[in-house]
């Protein structure tokens, strides 16, 4: 498998190519820029020359003339000196080196032009060298050479520099990672910001951690909630199916047998919308995507019904009390369950007077007599009750209070239900 190279190597690397390719821009521009100037200068001097050498042919025989500095000129092909090899693709009146097959180690420049000489029309060649052209390249060689040693030295503090900016930037990165690979998957901290130059992306991803890590953490808390509530919610109806099946062998009065049967189909129901409830905590929801409904009457009194149970032998008396409707998008035995643990733990706590059920505009309330908060009954089946009952307002945005009555003994739980829009 590849190695995976660090950022410092990546921005050694990246820095390296494009160093490397404004050099080479640069010695290819200055190449390309002597040759033009060279062409420029000796296309109007072989012109010049041209021009004059013209004016001293004319009128003579002469097929070569001498224009000092720098030029010969000759007239027709023929006349050339054997060293001189022309470019065979060259054309009228323009500057060309001579072909690599010419007899010197100088940098000459041929030009054909077509002129009118005594009256004929013919081809004169001019050969022009110029030594300057040897002298200033060395010249600009050398100055490019020191501008090249400053280039470099350019580059190695700019790389410098930028070495330590990805040092200064990336730091914060690894000292994330290190961090991260130091945590133990039991430990759901908030993850902290590094030290350092931590920039905005940085911070950014920081929070998506913790907004990810907030998420494990939260669906680890309802699977255990689930196994919590399922492990003592489902004992009750479980022991008195057990009961249930145990009374059926004892007699055959079917008023009695009706009994028996009547609550295992409350205890079976009741483990039903437990496990419904529970599995529905525990998964996500599209809440919009849920149609709000009207609950009706015959639910409240199904739920008193089926907790009436509760109360044994004692002296309260339970009424439900309708001045309004609920609209909510509770599924039924949803709402059973957090109603109804409302009720028990009302049951719960008191021994005498009444457990009322009052229905409003979306707000159910259980107001009991009973010993009141700083009263309440210990055990485990009333701290889960609640929590259960927390959950459920959570999930589906409820509002639940539980205080002490005004003035008077016992307690109200109160659900306020949120108005559907």
């Known amino acids: 498998m590849k190695p995976i190279k660090t950022a410092k190597q990546l921005t050694f690397t990246y820095f390296s190519i494009v160093a490397f390719a404004i050099i080479a821009f640069?010695?290819?521009?200055?190449?390309?820029?002597?040759?033009?100037?060279?062409?420029?200068?000796?296309?109007n001097r072989m012109l010049k020359d041209r021009n004059t050498a013209v004016s001293l042919l004319n009128g003579t025989q002469q097929t070569h003339v001498t224009v000092p500095p720098f030029s010969d000129v000759y007239v027709g092909k023929e006349s050339l000196p054997v060293w001189v090899k022309l470019n065979p693709s060259m054309t009228n009146d323009k500057p060309y080196e001579l072909d690599e097959g010419s007899?010197?180690?100088?940098?000459?420049?041929?030009?054909?032009?077509?002129?009118?000489?005594?009256?004929?029309?013919?081809?004169?060649?001019?050969?022009?060298?110029?030594?300057?052209?040897?002298?200033?390249?060395?010249?600009?060689?050398?100055?490019?050479?020191?501008?090249?040693?400053?280039?470099?030295?350019?580059?190695?503090?700019?790389?410098?520099?930028?070495?330590?900016?990805?040092d200064r930037l990336t730091k914060p990165l690894a000292q994330l990672s290190k961090s991260l690979g130091e945590k133990t998957p039991a430990n759901l901290s908030p993850i902290e910001l590094p030290e350092g130059a931590a920039t905005r992306e940085i911070r950014h991803l920081v929070d998506r951690l913790n907004s990810y890590q907030d998420q494990i953490k939260d669906l680890i808390e309802r699977e255990r909630a689930f196994n919590r509530y399922a492990s003592h919610e489902l004992r009750t109806p479980l022991m008195v199916m057990k009961g249930a099946t145990t009374l059926l062998g004892k007699s055959d009065s079917k008023v009695f047998l009706?009994?028996?049967?009547?609550?295992?189909v409350q205890a079976c129901q009741e483990m039903e919308d437990y496990i419904t409830t529970l599995l529905s905590l525990t998964r996500d929801e599209d809440l919009d995507a849920i149609a709000s409904r009207v609950v009706q009457s015959s639910e409240y009194e199904s739920i008193r019904q089926t907790h009436l149970g509760y109360l044994s032998?004692?002296?309260?008396?339970?009424?439900?009390?309708?001045?309004?409707?609920?609209?909510?998008?509770?599924?039924?035995?949803?709402?059973?369950?957090?109603?109804g643990n409302l009720l028990k733990n009302a049951m719960a706590c008191t021994e005498e007077g009444h457990v009322n059920?009052?229905?409003?505009?979306n707000e159910i309330a259980i107001v009991d007599t009973g010993c009141g908060l700083s009263g309440k009954p210990g055990g485990e089946s009333y701290g889960l009750g609640l929590m259960i009952v927390r959950d459920i307002c959570a999930k589906y945005y409820c509002s639940f209070s539980l205080v002490d009555n005004v003035g008077q003994v016992g307690c109200t739980a109160k659900v306020a239900f949120p108005t559907s829009s």
Do not use: C
Not at 30 to 37: A, L, Q, R, V, W
Not at 126 to 150: G, N, P
Not at 258 to 264: A, G, H
């Open 103 to 166: 007899d010197t180690t100088l940098e000459v420049f041929s030009m054909r032009s077509e002129v009118t000489l005594n009256g004929e029309l013919k081809d004169i060649y001019v050969i022009h060298h110029d030594e300057i052209y040897e002298i200033s390249e060395e010249q600009m060689f050398e100055t490019q050479s020191t501008q090249l040693i400053l280039s470099l030295l350019l580059l190695v503090v700019s790389l410098w520099v930028v070495m330590r900016i990805s």
């Open 258 to 264: 009706e009994r028996q049967r009547v609550r295992m």
């Open 357 to 361: 059920m009052l229905v409003a505009d």
């Open 313 to 339: 032998d004692k002296s309260v008396a339970v009424d439900i009390i309708e001045t309004g409707k609920v609209v909510t998008k509770l599924p039924i035995p949803t709402l059973h369950i957090l109603v």
């Open 26 to 43: 640069h010695f290819s521009m200055f190449t390309s820029m002597i040759e033009n100037i060279e062409m420029i200068y000796a296309e």
